[in-house]
Structure formats: C-alpha cells, structure tokens
C-alpha cells in the first residue's frame, strides 16, 4: 500500500467557530450596509491559476518524487513500512524511509528540479510594470507570460515552479481539489474582502479594500455553496487583518492594491497561512453582487516552501506525503526557489525573496464583523 | 369600529374619570372538557418529575377549530390507538421515575423491601405526584385503588417497583390528568336561573393554564383547597401573582403558538433546489424569533401590541441573518437586532416564519399570506378554494408573460368564481411578495420589478412597511385578539350573552394603551371566566362531569349545594 495516499483521504476538521461575545452591530453600521457603503465579500472559490487552455509543454517531462529518487530504499523498506504505519505507529513507519528533506531541506543536496519555461496561456496581472525577460538584469530577471486576453508581461513564476509537475497540470491533483471548492468547503476559516465607497458611486467610484481572514469557516447551503449575506467574524488575530489599500470600481471591474497580506487556511493536513506582498486584485463585479477575479502577489518564498511543506495529520508530519502525490521532491523545490524568485530583492544580498503568485477567486456578498465587540462592522 | 357607541361613550367617561369602567355582570357560556395539548402534557410531567424526565412519543394531532386549537381541544377524545399512545408514553415517564438513576433523587420513601408490596410507601409517591397530575387534592378512594392495584402488581410481580409503576400509569392515563374538565355548582342569580360557578380547583386549573399553559401551582393550589379563589379580591391577587410569575411567558409563547398556526412548523418543508438555504434550523429559528419578538414586546416590554406591526426590533440568529440581510455577531445564539430603515421590513408580517409558512415549498403565495392575515389577525372568514380550479395559469412559468405573482393572480381572479375570495385576499398577501418564499428580500421576480402597492379595505399602501402600519392602525385588528384571546380562555366560542363582555373588553384593552397582561388580566378576573351556564339540556340534578363533586376544603368527595355538580362536555 502506497501509504502516502492517505494523505488525501484524510480531512480535517474545519469546525472553528469563534467565541465572539454577542454583541449586534451598531444602527450606523447596519445602516452603512444597507447604504452600500461598505460591502462585504466571503471568498467562495481560491485556486491557483492552471492554464487550462494552454499550460505549455515540459518538453524535459515531468519532475519526479522522494518515492522515485529512492526507489531502491523505499522497496526494500515498503512492507515494513506498511506494517508500522497500519499499526498506528506513524513516526515509527517514517524513521524508515530515507532522511526527510521536506522536515530540513538541507539534509540532501539539490536534486534539481524541472522549471518550465516555454509559453502559457496564464492569467494574471502585470505586476513589475514591465515586460520582463530572463536576458534582463539581476536575479530577479524572469519571462513574462502573455495572457488568455492577450495581455502582456504577466508575472506568475508559480507556474515556472510548478509547471511541470504533475499534480498541478489541468486534472492533476490540484486542479480536481479546486474544483470541489474543498479549499473554500473544507476550510477552517475563509477570505473576506470589504470594500469601502470613498468617492463615486458603488458602480463607479474610487473605493479602500481590506482584507481579512475570518474566525470561523464559512455556511454551506443544501447545494454545497456559500450561503449569501451570512454574517463572519474577523479573525482575531490582527496578523490576519490587512491594511487599507486603495482601488477602484469602473465600467464593472475591481481593481485594488498593492497590499500586503496574511491570509489563514486550515484545509486537510495543512494548517498555514499565506503571506503575500504587494498583492494586487482584479475583479468583474457579477450581476448577482458577488465578484470574479484573480489575486496577483509576490509569494514570499519561505512561507511558500513551508505552506508547501508544513503538513501534519496530528504530530506527525506529512509533507513528502504529499509532495509524493502531487509530484515533486522538497529538496528540489527548496533550490527552486530562489531561481523564480522576482520580487523584493534582499537589500543586502540582492537576492529576490518572494515569487509573483496568481490565485483564481469568486466572491459573494457577506457581511463581515470585525472581533471585538461593538467595534466597527464592514457589511454587504 | 365595533364598540357600540354607549359602550364607547362610557368608556370614555370612564376615563375621563380616571375610573375603570364596570365588568359587564355577562355570565360564561357552557362549560368546557378539553384534551390537555402535547405542550401541556410535557409542562405536567416536568411538573411533577422534573425535566430530567422525558416525554417521548407522539400524540394525537390537534384540532383546529375557528383558528384556535384551543377551541379544537374541547371537540376531542381519544381514540383507542391514541389511548394506546398515551399508554406508551406514561408507562415510558414511569419507567424512567422508578428507574434505579432516579428512584432516589425522584420518590419520597423506599420501600421495606423492594420486593415486596409497600403500601406506605405507596401512599406517599401517589399523593406526592398525584396532587401535581390530577391537579386536586387526591381522595381517600383515588388513593386506596392505587394502593390496591400497586399492592396486587408487587406481589404478583415480586418488585416493589413494578406495583409502582402501574399506580403512576393509572394516574397517567387517568382522564382527569388528560382532559381538563370544567366543574361547577348551581348558582342561580335573578333572571339567570341557569348560571353555575366553577368550583375552586376548577378555576385554578381554567386560569393556569390560561396564564402559564400548565396546572396550578401548590399556591394557586392551596387558595383554591381553602375555598378562596371564588372570591373576587382573592382571585385578582392570584392573577396578578400569576401575571408577574416567570410561567407568563410560557402562557403568552402558547396562546400565539395557537393563533399563528405555528403548529404548520412541524411540517414545513422547502425545495432546496429553489431555497437552498433552508433547513430545519433555520424553520426553527424563524419560529422562536417570532416568538421572542412577541414576548419581548408584550411581556418584558409591556409594549402596545399594535407596535407588533411597527417595530424594526427583533431577536436574529446568524441564519437567520442571511435571510434578513443583517450582519449578525452571535455565532449560536441570539441578538437584538433593529432592521435598516432603508428596508421594506418593518414589523410582523415581514418575519420570515409568515413568509415560510405561508407559502408554497417552491415559492410565495400572496393569496395564502392574504389568507392568513384576514383569518388569524382580522377575525374574518375565507371560504376554501372551490375544487375544480384551473391553477395552470398560476404556476411560474418564465417563458409565459406572467412574470410576477400579481400578473397570474390578476389571470386567476378574471374567473368570477375566484374573484370574490381573491379580492380579499390578495391585495395584502401582494403587498407582502417583496418577501419570497422563506421571507428573503427581494425587488423583482423574473426580471420584473414586484409591485407591493395595494389598498387595504379602503387604506392604500405602497408597500409592506405601510401595510404594516395600516394593521397596527385598524380597529379590526386589536378586537381580533380580544376575540380569540378570550375564546382561547375559555375553551369555545363566545355566546351571544358573552358579546357585550367582548365589547368591554375592547374598550378596556384600548384605555389600557393595548396592553396584553392588562386584557389577559380582564378576562382571568371577568365574572364570565369564573361562571357558566347550564346547557338546557342537562337537568341541573345530573351529574354529567366526570369529575365528582368535591368539597373545596378537604378534597373529599361530596355532594355540593342541594343537588350536584355538573360538569361541561363538548362533543
């Protein structure tokens, strides 16, 4: 038995509810709602964008895994391995196989890792503000993608990292997870955005954007969707709030940022946060009051190797698990890396420190209240 | 206004005085039998055991008789298959008082032997619980045949607990402990050579559960022991005690339980295709806000009750904030929320349990809504649909060009037949569609905007918050409640005799500021609550109650007055 599958059998549990005292919103508040002043948001979909379309060739092929670059060690140990793990005895069952590069990277050397590079139909967002090459200067010169719209110089090295690694191409892993919504369904918290009117009108204006992780997971309905217009309460961890950034509503598109940004899930085995920088966000506003889009940042690439790797079902630890299933080795993605790294260069060494990201998101109406009692409360 | 203009012109006197105007001397109407409520049946058990002690089991469906279950309640017996029922469910309370968990913490003695017969212990347990069930004092004969039955289960059995349990049982099925059946004596009075007075325990037993939906406490219990409680100063300070008990809000919960056919709760399904936000929480939420809102209204605020139909102020749960439109802090429990001013939301009949309720699984039904409203809340009757109505015409159908609910009801009612009932109907059942049919807010309906505006018996109205207000403004709406509270307390419909004591009634609730403790308070003291008349047909020295006479300072059996007590019986 491929003991690693069962990290995708495994769910957590997503029941966190907040403790908040109850306290209702304030009249100025309902009423700011109600005014469409201030809208809420409670994210209903968040993927990372896989060009479906066109996700370009990996013309080297595929990156392997822990389990085929050792697959002399992982035979001779498979049975006994199988043994200590169906008995309970997960460390006991770990200890056997090869040193864990996912728990230390620098246990192994680089084993290499497959980039891709040739074209892509990505979505995304000109970040830099240029058309970027790999022949420009300093390390943090990369090849920009040219949109499905035709747009171009869109950053997104995640797709260099990942581009060629299995679980992430269309109907990989990834892309059959997304599609069942189990990071919005299945998740301990969800994503708000409130979006504040500052001048213009709700259709046209120029608006402040926050955004926020909540205390708590979202409701389903009977379908498995969001329910609309259900009340969230912030995270009370202010890590989890971000600050004001500017944007604006025109001719039926969002648009807001750069903002920083920390952003909570707690999804099967991974119970993490993004950190983004100078995250920027692009939306259709939908008939029906909720919005789609892309969130485009730079992914500090620290938080990303451990969002990638830090996966625990109770003490023990699963990250080559499921580097295992989705098709790539830690070591290999840790060297990575700083190679598609394009943004935020370390003023001391140069080196770029985190790599532009595009996530996919749906949002609908919801009404967001921020923890403490009687405080301020952003609205649909 | 249906205050006749002498009334209305006293009444008005009468305030001018700053007196209360005089209780019309109105005898009650005949005497009422009627089939303790499921909800009642529970408030007896925990009564007398506790809430550790539950109820399980269905009983036999309610029987709703102009509007009121309540009235439906004095038309019942028990069928064989529901006698089996309660049966089950008092064999089930007395397995679970004598169980080995509770025995201690529940009865007052242990038995010599437990397995052996105890006749002292007996004794003590039959008269601890049976006071509670029978509401009475118990006689010497109630006890010794349980003693008897107890006594010849434990021998046979060899279990002290057995014999017990078939003495509880006995009491449990007992028709006194089902059926509240009315008792009174002969007390003629010049020209009313038919009126009767309710015995004491009667009038305990009538007035707690008018007030607290259960039996009489031991207090109320013990005036009425002591032959008191007939005495009108005696009787108006226990109401007033009962009126500021915790219980009201039980009393106040089961009346508006009953006339809002809240019952329909129990059955309330939606198809999730086209609500897929429904579920059984959130029907229940709905049901308690409604009822919250009206308690905390009438009772912890003493508030008008024609605010009921104005007030932005409710309790929300976080579902059903999503249905609402409100931001909501509680996680799990409840919030005084007030809704936007911008919102057509205002008041009762904007509350999602009316949008649910009355309405169709997959959709809103003006004409249901219109319904209800003219039953429940005016007091006026509207003749069933006939049979052989063509609804083809009315089902949503986006591809015809009726797109709104006005438009196919404005189809339906060309029919002359419909036309008639319809008219009274839908004007304000449409004026409430801006609620679908879980009471979210909506503006259109297939793309087309939905016309709220209408006119409300000679009222126009643009849209639900003024219709509201046009309910809490109509006369017909507080005499509504007068009526159906006072047929709700008594157990039948008004007589003919009774009316004028309706009449005072509304001129009273009307200088009371619309208060509703003050108009439960004026029919619990009326001389009509506490008298009856005897039905021509029952010669007064039959005895026709199944409950015997009894004398009201010991609790024994005996003949009271020169003939006997008679007791009321409604088929």
């Given at each position: 038995?491929?003991?690693?599958?069962?990290?995708?059998?495994?769910?957590?549990?997503?029941g966190c509810g907040d403790k908040s005292a109850s306290v209702a919103p304030t009249?100025e508040v309902v009423?700011a709602a109600?005014?469409?002043?201030v809208?809420g948001f409670v994210f209903?979909?968040?993927?990372?964008?896989?060009?479906?379309?066109?996700?370009?060739?990996?013309?080297?092929?595929?990156?392997?895994?822990?389990?085929?670059?050792?697959?002399?060690?992982?035979?001779?140990?498979?049975?006994?391995?199988?043994?200590?793990?169906?008995?309970?005895?997960?460390?006991?069952?770990?200890?056997?196989?090869?040193?864990?590069?996912?728990?230390?990277?620098?246990?192994?050397?680089?084993?290499?890792?497959?980039?891709?590079?040739?074209?892509?139909?990505?979505?995304?967002?000109?970040?830099?503000?240029?058309?970027?090459?790999?022949?420009?200067?300093?390390?943090?010169?990369?090849?920009?993608?040219?949109?499905?719209?035709?747009?171009?110089?869109?950053?997104?090295?995640?797709?260099?990292?990942?581009?060629?690694?299995?679980?992430?191409?269309?109907?990989?892993?990834?892309?059959?997870?997304?599609?069942?919504?189990?990071?919005?369904?299945?998740n301990g918290y969800s994503t708000l955005l409130e979006?504040k009117?500052?001048?213009?009108?709700?259709?046209?204006?120029?608006?402040?954007?926050r955004l926020f992780t909540s205390a708590g997971p979202v409701t389903?309905?009977?379908?498995?969707?969001?329910?609309?217009?259900m009340s969230q309460i912030v995270h009370e961890d202010r890590m989890f709030h971000s600050a004001a950034?500017?944007?604006?509503?025109?001719?039926?598109?969002?648009?807001?940022?750069?903002?920083?940004a920390k952003l909570k899930f707690k999804?099967?085995?991974?119970?993490?946060y993004?950190?983004?920088?100078?995250?920027?966000?692009?939306?259709?506003?939908?008939?029906?009051?909720?919005?789609?889009?892309?969130?485009?940042?730079?992914?500090?690439?620290?938080?990303?190797?451990?969002?990638?790797?830090?996966?625990?079902?109770?003490?023990?630890?699963?990250?080559?698990?499921?580097?295992?299933?989705?098709?790539?080795?830690?070591?290999?993605?840790?060297?990575?890396?700083?190679?598609?790294?394009?943004?935020?260069?370390?003023?001391?060494?140069?080196?770029?420190?985190?790599?532009?990201?595009?996530?996919?998101?749906?949002?609908?109406?919801a009404f967001i209240i921020m923890p403490e009692a009687g405080s301020e409360v952003a609205a649909r | 206004?249906?205050?006749?203009?002498?009334?209305?012109?006293?009444?008005?006197?009468?305030?001018?005085?700053?007196?209360?105007?005089?209780?019309?001397?109105?005898?009650?109407?005949?005497?009422?039998?009627?089939?303790?409520?499921?909800?009642?049946?529970?408030?007896?058990?925990?009564?007398?055991?506790?809430?550790?002690?539950?109820?399980?089991?269905?009983?036999?469906?309610?029987?709703?008789?102009?509007?009121?279950?309540?009235?439906?309640?004095?038309?019942?017996?028990?069928?064989?298959?529901?006698?089996?029922?309660?049966?089950?469910?008092?064999?089930?309370?007395?397995?679970?008082?004598?169980?080995?968990?509770?025995?201690?913490?529940?009865?007052?003695?242990?038995?010599?032997?437990?397995?052996?017969?105890?006749?002292?212990?007996?004794?003590?347990?039959?008269?601890?619980?049976?006071?509670?069930?029978?509401?009475?004092?118990?006689?010497?004969?109630?006890?010794?045949?349980?003693?008897?039955?107890?006594?010849?289960?434990?021998?046979?059995?060899?279990?002290?607990?057995?014999?017990?349990?078939?003495?509880?049982?006995?009491?449990?099925?007992?028709?006194?402990?089902?059926?509240?059946?009315?008792?009174?004596?002969?007390?003629?009075?010049?020209?009313?050579?038919?009126?009767?007075?309710?015995?004491?325990?009667?009038?305990?037993?009538?007035?707690?559960?008018?007030?607290?939906?259960?039996?009489?406490?031991?207090?109320?219990?013990?005036?009425?022991?002591?032959?008191?409680?007939?005495?009108?100063?005696?009787?108006?300070?226990?109401?007033?005690?009962?009126?500021?008990?915790?219980?009201?809000?039980?009393?106040?919960?089961?009346?508006?339980?009953?006339?809002?056919?809240?019952?329909?709760?129990?059955?309330?399904?939606?198809?999730?295709?086209?609500?897929?936000?429904?579920?059984?929480?959130?029907?229940?939420?709905?049901?308690?806000?409604?009822?919250?809102?009206?308690?905390?209204?009438?009772?912890?605020?003493?508030?008008?009750?024609?605010?009921?139909?104005?007030?932005?102020?409710?309790?929300?749960?976080r579902?059903?904030g999503?249905?609402?439109?409100i931001p909501v802090r509680a996680v799990d429990g409840?919030e005084?929320a007030?809704?936007?001013?911008?919102?057509?939301?205002?008041?009762?009949?904007?509350?999602?349990?009316?949008?649910?309720?009355?309405?169709?699984?997959?959709?809103?039904?003006?004409?249901?809504?219109?319904?209800?409203?003219?039953?429940?809340?005016?007091?006026?009757?509207?003749?069933?649909?006939?049979?052989?109505?063509?609804?083809?015409?009315?089902?949503?159908?986006?591809?015809?060009?009726?797109?709104?609910?006005?438009?196919?009801?404005?189809?339906?009612?060309?029919?002359?037949?419909?036309?008639?009932?319809?008219?009274?109907?839908?004007?304000?059942?449409?004026?409430?569609?801006?609620?679908?049919?879980?009471?979210?807010?909506?503006?259109?309906?297939?793309?087309?905007?939905?016309?709220?505006?209408?006119?409300?018996?000679?009222?126009?109205?643009?849209?639900?918050?003024?219709?509201?207000?046009?309910?809490?403004?109509?006369?017909?709406?507080?005499?509504?409640?007068?009526?159906?509270?006072?047929?709700?307390?008594?157990?039948?419909?008004?007589?003919?005799?009774?009316?004028?004591?309706?009449?005072?009634?509304?001129?009273?609730?009307?200088?009371?500021?619309?208060?509703?403790?003050?108009?439960?308070?004026?029919?619990?003291?009326?001389?009509?609550?506490?008298?009856?008349?005897?039905?021509?047909?029952?010669?007064?020295?039959?005895?026709?109650?199944?409950?015997?006479?009894?004398?009201?300072?010991?609790?024994?059996?005996?003949?009271?007055?020169?003939?006997?007590?008679?007791?009321?019986?409604?088929?």
């Amino acid at each position: 038995m491929k003991y690693a599958t069962l990290f995708v059998l495994l769910l957590c549990v997503t029941g966190c509810g907040d403790k908040s005292a109850s306290v209702a919103p304030t009249d100025e508040v309902v009423a700011a709602a109600a005014e469409d002043k201030v809208r809420g948001f409670v994210f209903t979909q968040w993927a990372y964008d896989i060009p479906r379309e066109d996700p370009g060739e990996c013309p080297e092929g595929f990156n392997i895994t822990d389990e085929d670059f050792f697959s002399e060690e992982y035979a001779s140990v498979r049975e006994e391995v199988s043994r200590r793990y169906n008995a309970g005895d997960r460390e006991g069952a770990l200890e056997l196989l090869p040193e864990d590069a996912c728990r230390d990277p620098g246990v192994m050397p680089d084993p290499g890792h497959i980039l891709f590079e040739g074209s892509a139909s990505v979505d995304g967002i000109n970040l830099d503000g240029i058309d970027s090459t790999l022949a420009g200067a300093g390390q943090c010169a990369h090849e920009d993608f040219v949109s499905v719209n035709g747009e171009a110089g869109v950053d997104n090295q995640y797709w260099r990292l990942m581009g060629c690694v299995k679980g992430m191409r269309p109907d990989g892993l990834f892309d059959r997870l997304f599609d069942t919504k189990s990071t919005i369904l299945e998740n301990g918290y969800s994503t708000l955005l409130e979006i504040k009117l500052v001048s213009g009108t709700k259709t046209n204006g120029k608006v402040e954007a926050r955004l926020f992780t909540s205390a708590g997971p979202v409701t389903k309905d009977a379908n498995d969707n969001v329910v609309p217009d259900m009340s969230q309460i912030v995270h009370e961890d202010r890590m989890f709030h971000s600050a004001a950034f500017p944007g604006q509503i025109k001719d039926g598109v969002f648009t807001a940022g750069p903002v920083d940004a920390k952003l909570k899930f707690k999804v099967q085995a991974i119970d993490n946060y993004y950190y983004f920088r100078d995250l920027r966000i692009r939306a259709e506003m939908l008939p029906d009051g909720g919005m789609k889009g892309v969130l485009a940042g730079y992914w500090d690439i620290e938080n990303a190797f451990d969002f990638l790797t830090e996966v625990y079902i109770g003490p023990v630890h699963l990250g080559r698990a499921a580097a295992n299933n989705i098709g790539y080795q830690c070591a290999g993605v840790y060297h990575a890396l700083p190679r598609v790294a394009d943004g935020h260069p370390d003023p001391q060494t140069g080196a770029c420190t985190s790599m532009s990201t595009v996530i996919q998101f749906a949002a609908i109406p919801a009404f967001i209240i921020m923890p403490e009692a009687g405080s301020e409360v952003a609205a649909r | 206004m249906r205050i006749p203009s002498t009334l209305a012109v006293a009444a008005l006197i009468a305030v001018l005085l700053g007196c209360e105007a005089a209780d019309p001397t109105v005898t009650g109407g005949p005497l009422a039998m009627r089939r303790l409520t499921a909800e009642q049946y529970r408030n007896a058990i925990e009564d007398a055991f506790g809430s550790q002690v539950e109820v399980a089991g269905r009983f036999e469906p309610d029987n709703r008789r102009e509007g009121l279950n309540a009235l439906g309640a004095a038309m019942v017996a028990v069928t064989p298959s529901g006698f089996e029922q309660y049966e089950a469910i008092g064999r089930s309370i007395a397995d679970q008082v004598t169980s080995p968990e509770l025995r201690e913490q529940l009865l007052p003695c242990q038995p010599d032997t437990p397995s052996a017969a105890d006749a002292a212990c007996t004794e003590q347990v039959v008269r601890k619980f049976g006071r509670s069930l029978l509401r009475r004092p118990l006689t010497e004969e109630d006890v010794q045949a349980r003693i008897e039955a107890a006594s010849l289960a434990a021998e046979t059995q060899q279990d002290f607990y057995a014999g017990l349990r078939v003495a509880l049982v006995s009491m449990l099925v007992a028709p006194e402990f089902l059926f509240r059946v009315e008792a009174a004596q002969p007390a003629p009075s010049p020209g009313q050579e038919n009126r009767l007075e309710l015995t004491n325990l009667s009038l305990a037993s009538k007035l707690s559960y008018f007030l607290w939906n259960r039996g009489p406490d031991d207090a109320l219990l013990a005036v009425a022991q002591r032959g008191e409680l007939t005495q009108p100063a005696v009787l108006a300070r226990e109401v007033d005690r009962m009126l500021a008990s915790e219980y009201l809000v039980d009393g106040v919960r089961a009346y508006f339980e009953d006339v809002l056919l809240f019952d329909k709760f129990d059955n309330l399904s939606k198809d999730v295709g086209q609500y897929p936000i429904f579920n059984n929480r959130m029907a229940a939420d709905a049901r308690e806000q409604t009822l919250r809102f009206i308690v905390d209204h009438l009772v912890a605020q003493q508030a008008d009750y024609r605010t009921l139909f104005t007030s932005r102020t409710l309790p929300m749960t976080r579902s059903l904030g999503a249905v609402y439109g409100i931001p909501v802090r509680a996680v799990d429990g409840w919030e005084t929320a007030v809704l936007p001013q911008n919102q057509p939301r205002v008041g009762l009949l904007s509350h999602a349990s009316f949008a649910m309720l009355f309405a169709h699984p997959g959709r809103s039904s003006p004409t249901l809504r219109g319904v209800f409203l003219r039953e429940a809340l005016l007091c006026q009757s509207i003749p069933e649909a006939p049979a052989d109505i063509d609804f083809t015409q009315f089902v949503a159908d986006v591809n015809a060009v009726h797109n709104t609910a006005r438009d196919r009801l404005d189809v339906h009612s060309t029919q002359a037949s419909c036309r008639k009932c319809h008219v009274l109907t839908d004007p304000i059942g449409l004026g409430l569609e801006n609620f679908d049919g879980i009471g979210k807010l909506r503006t259109t309906e297939n793309g087309v905007p939905i016309d709220t505006s209408g006119d409300f018996d000679g009222r126009d109205f643009s849209g639900p918050a003024e219709l509201g207000q046009a309910f809490a403004d109509n006369p017909l709406v507080s005499a509504c409640l007068v009526q159906n509270l006072y047929r709700y307390a008594v157990g039948r419909e008004e007589t003919r005799g009774e009316r004028p004591l309706l009449r005072y009634l509304e001129a009273s609730f009307e200088q009371n500021s619309y208060k509703l403790t003050a108009l439960m308070r004026d029919i619990a003291v009326s001389e009509a609550f506490r008298t009856a008349t005897a039905e021509p047909q029952s010669p007064p020295e039959q005895v026709v109650s199944s409950e015997p006479a009894r004398d009201a300072e010991t609790g024994s059996s005996a003949a009271v007055g020169d003939a006997a007590t008679i007791g009321g019986k409604s088929t």
